[in-house]
């Protein structure tokens, strides 16, 4: 049997800086010590074989320091609802990114090189052979970016190599899915021109832009407008489970024609037929994901999303650490070793290749 070492596991989205900067989010962790709190640390990834993986930078609301609006769920009679979050202003946004960018930078010096911000293929690929975890800087949602797109330059100059175009609020480049259940993820109009010539110019630098909480009207914008591969770093398949936050089959077939890749969120809303925040959820409904995203978009274009630190995962799995139960599953499933290689890193690396200069 492959041993975890031999399969460095590469991770679509998560929080953790998000968990790290807010104190009452993390509860006081340090990404240094192992805790029992949160989903990543650096011991834990270690003990997971997560490699490395995209480290976001959200932007909480202004008024922060609550949960992302779980108390404001409305239950309906066949799931539930939650009203649209607010825009937030550019200047706030900068603030608070900046700071949350210097925070990475800081956990990449204290690592003593057992952590890298990653901003070439080639870094990446060492990182991943030397165990080193990698982490790639990227962006949940444009707010920090000014329409004029200086920022992104400044941003891409340190480090930026992806970006999501929204979280699940309007900004000025494009409008993100409330979150809801069940319902269509065309929930509003496209891409704003600034959003346009955002997308150009993300082609243009080599940052890879993420399609996870874009709404529909705005993912086919970017179908005609991008020639980079599609990504959705976290989200599922809508059929399964029909979230606005899935992928619908036509979404997935682009996906497809793109050479892109679709990163398998864990966030348990995303993964149950019915929608519940249950951590009581069995791995094999994770299983039934990956099975539909494989035969839809062929073993080369799945990876892992997870979201850890930003959802609730199945209970099973309970952080980072728990990846390789997910491996073991994937395995008695029939996964081999040369498609449980691709699912776990190469995809991503492949998609990376094809999309940073
Ligand atoms: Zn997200």
């Not at 929080?15 to 989010?25: A, C, F, G, H, V």
């Not at 060492?126 to 920022?151: K, M, Q, R, T, Y």
């Not at 996906?255 to 069995?282: H, M, Q």
């Not at 990876?303 to 994937?330: C, H, S």
Request: proline content about 5%.
């Amino acid at each position: 049997m492959t041993t975890i070492n031999t399969l460095p596991i590469l991770i679509g989205h998560n929080d953790t800086l998000l968990s790290l900067y807010l104190p009452e989010r993390g509860e006081g962790r340090s990404f240094f010590t192992r805790s029992e709190k949160g989903h990543i640390d650096l011991p834990r990834a270690k003990e997971g074989g997560m490699g490395g993986g995209f480290f976001a930078i959200f932007v909480p609301p202004d008024q922060l320091i609550q949960p992302l609006r779980r108390d404001e769920v409305i239950k309906t009679s066949t799931g539930y609802e939650v009203p649209l979050a607010s825009a937030i202003d550019l200047t706030y946004a900068q603030r608070t990114t900046v700071a949350m960018m210097a925070s990475l930078s800081g956990l990449e010096d204290e690592s003593n090189g057992q952590m890298n911000v990653v901003r070439t293929v080639d870094e990446l690929r060492i990182c991943l052979s030397e165990n080193v975890l990698a982490a790639i800087l990227h962006f949940e949602g444009a707010e920090a970016i000014d329409p004029g797109l200086d920022a992104l330059e400044v941003f891409y100059q340190a480090g930026l190599r992806s970006l999501g175009i929204v979280w699940s609020r309007p900004n000025a480049f494009a409008h993100g899915v409330p979150f809801g259940f069940p319902r269509s993820p065309d929930t509003g109009p496209g891409l704003t021109g600034a959003g346009r010539e955002l997308v150009r110019a993300c082609n243009r630098l080599g940052i890879m832009l993420d399609l996870s909480h874009l709404n529909e009207q705005g993912f086919w914008d970017v179908v005609r407008l991008s020639d980079a591969p599609l990504v959705a770093t976290h989200s599922n398949a809508h059929t399964l489970c029909p979230t606005t936050r899935n992928l619908t089959d036509k979404q997935l077939d682009a996906i497809k024609d793109s050479e892109g890749i679709v990163g398998l969120n864990f966030a348990v809303t995303d993964l149950r037929n019915d929608g519940w925040n249950d951590a009581d959820t069995p791995l094999d409904v994770m299983v039934r994901h990956i099975d539909y995203l494989v035969e839809h978009l062929g073993i080369d274009c799945v990876g892992f999303g997870a979201d850890f630190d930003g959802a609730t995962i199945p209970q099973e799995i309970r952080d980072v650490a728990g990846l390789p139960k997910l491996i073991n599953i994937l395995r008695e499933y029939g996964f081999d070793d040369v498609a449980l290689r691709k699912l776990a890193d190469e995809n991503w690396v492949r998609v990376l290749g094809k999309t940073w200069k």
